[in-house]
Each structure stands twice: as C-alpha cells, then as structure tokens.
C-alpha cells in the first residue's frame, strides 16, 4: 500500500486517525463512531477508506502526527517517549476509560512482541483489563515473566496473578514463569536470602533477560487506589513511611519519589519488584495508564527515566504535556 504524504494541520487527517483507533483498536462499530463524533454513518465509511488508502491503516494503526505538531509529538519532544494517545470523549466512566485505554495497549503490545522474546509483565487493576482484550499472536520460544511477587498476610495472590499472566502467554502461545514469592518481605534480611535460593536466581536471571516489560504506575494517595493499595499489601506503618520518604508512585511495588529518586525509599528494601535501574535496562518499558488521577505518578515514573511508551488517555496526555 502507497502512503500519500500527510498534512499535520489537515482536519481530514486528524478526523480520519480518530476514527480508525475507534474502529480498528477499541471495536467500535460505525455507528457508535458516528455518535461520538457527531458525522454521519457515511462520513465514518468515508473516513476509513481514507485512512486504509492514505496509509494511516496499514496492519497497525500510524499517526501521522508523529513528526507534527500533534499531542503524541509534543510528549515526544517533552519526555523522549513514544506516546499512544487513546481518544476518549468527556463524562464517559473511569470504567470506560481504562477499558478504551486497555483495548488500545492490547494491540500496542501485539505489535512488539515477538518469538523468542522474554516479556515481563506485571500484576494490577489496569493490566488485568489489558490481558483481557489481547489478540492472539503465534510466537515461539517466548517467555511471560512475572515482574513482582503478589502474596500477602491474606492470600497468596497466585490466583489473581496467574490469570493474567496465562492470558498473556495464552494470546502469544508462550510460557509462563509466575514469580511465588510475596508482594513485600516483612523483613530486608528475608529478602536477600531468598534472592539467594536457586528458584529465584532462576525467575531473576529470566527478568535480567527481559526484551519487554508492561505495567502500570500506582500512586499511594490517589482517589483510585491501584490494587496494592486495596489489597492489604501494605498497613499503617508502611503507609506513614512512605509518605516521610515521599513517594508519590509504584511500578511493580517499587516505590519512587516526584524527582524520580527511589534507592532510599525505604520499602523498597523489602520488596519484590525489579529495583529500576533494572527496568531501566529492558529494551521497551511500556506503560499504560488511564485517569487524571494517574498524572503524578506517570510523571514521576518519567523522570525516573522508566518508560519508552506509553498508551494513555486524551484528558492524561494533555495534563501530562502542560506540566
């Protein structure tokens, strides 16, 4: 298919990109998409020839505001990172949101995995949704790694956990190396033994392999609480240091600060999560957040240098690109 050369400032264009997420990511039907964007049936059919002959869909979905003025640019300018900016119209539910959002990283993440990958993944609200909307995509000799440990004083978390990842090892044909240990060691001393054990050299040295990790940002004060913070990981105690060590956010319970420093956090000497000069190594970082509520942490997770793309709703990016 011949791509036509596209004009950033052309309505058309931006008109045209809208509608083929809506239709080919998120499974919107053409009427729904004339609705939400308030243009006829016809104009959407017209819209989405357009953006197949012009080279907007070509097996994946491309914006060609990549190198234009567009929202995606601007955080690429700003932050250095490939944004996936999912369009989500205003008063719809936090519900709805992370699920458009969710939908869209699930064909984000298919396009980057591939055989003979090791694809780290980790637990939460927003990448159970995630696994649940995944393509199918045969591979070969690939790996999905579980990123942090997710047993507490009440569960072991093996259920929750392993359902997402046999959903992602299921939609790649790959195998799946769960991670039994707990979301955080009551003890610092608990913690460097077992990281001594055979059975945790082994889940370590896949992490220290990875080509790709997914995961979301959590924030320990936000009105919508990830689920480490629902899930009786953490009590009163941890709860009051982190607030002297000032942490604003978590990825895969590893606690980092508003500047991105995270080393003297303390909880972090407990747990279970790759430190983030670790992450920091893994090829593609790609992080999926959906909410306003999200913004600090997101933000933080970005001056920690964790995140190469990120998927993210409208209202998020542009509050994210005016900080």
Known sequence: MVSETHNPRDPRVESALTAARLYYLQDRTMEAIAREMRVSRSSVSR???????????????????AHGGGLEARLH??????????????????????????RTASHVVAQFVDSNMVVGVAWGSTLSVVSRHLPQKATHNTTVVQLNGAGNTQTTGVEYSSEILQRFGTAFGAEVQQFPVPAFFDDPETRKAMWRER??????????????AVFSVGSPSSDVPSHVYVGAYLDRDDYR????????????????RGDG???????????????????????RRVCVAAGQHKLQSVRAALEAGIITDVVLDESLAEALAST
């Open 47 to 65: 819209l989405l020839s357009y953006a197949r002959s012009s080279g907007i869909v070509d097996i994946r979905i491309s914006s060609p505001l």
């Open 77 to 102: 300018g700003r932050f250095g990172i490939t944004a996936h900016v999912v369009p989500v119209p205003v008063g719809v539910s936090e519900a709805d949101r992370l699920d458009r959002v969710a």
């Open 199 to 212: 059975m945790t050299k082994r889940v370590l040295n896949l992490q220290a392999r990875m080509d790709i």
């Open 241 to 256: 240091s982190l607030a002297e060590d000032r942490a604003v956010g978590d990825v895969a319970t590893v606690f980092f």
């Open 261 to 283: 420093t995270w080393r003297d956090v303390r909880l972090n000497a407990r747990a279970t999560g790759p430190t983030l000069d670790r992450l920091r190594r893994v090829p």
